[in-house]
């Protein structure tokens, strides 16, 4: 056996399953879900213990947000377009 446990984290909105102490047996997927079935039936044909690490969300179109959660990351992100009395700022790029 090459590693003590499967685990199942988000890295730069990708989520990720590998074997811990072996980089060569890991494989990304665009959703928690299919990371973790995919971590389950790594650690099942290793016959070790799979682990899933909560990550926090990045805003990257592949976290699972609510919308909710992703308009005030989106909003946090987006550049102000107008002064504080609603007039458009100059635009920089001429």
Do not use: C, Y
Not at 34 to 52: K, N, S, T
Not at 66 to 81: C, H, I, K, N, R
């Amino acid at each position: 056996m090459t590693g003590t446990h499967v685990e199942t984290f988000a890295k730069r909105g990708q989520w990720i399953s590998r074997v811990a102490g072996d980089t060569e047996l890991s494989q990304s997927s665009a959703s928690r879900e299919e990371a973790i079935e995919a971590g389950r039936a790594l650690a099942e044909r290793l016959g070790v213990p799979h682990r899933v690490v909560d990550s926090e969300p990045t805003g990257v179109a592949s976290d699972e947000q609510s919308g909710a959660d992703a308009a005030e990351v989106a909003d946090e992100m987006l550049p102000d377009t107008t002064d504080e009395r609603g007039m458009p700022l100059d635009n920089p790029s001429g």
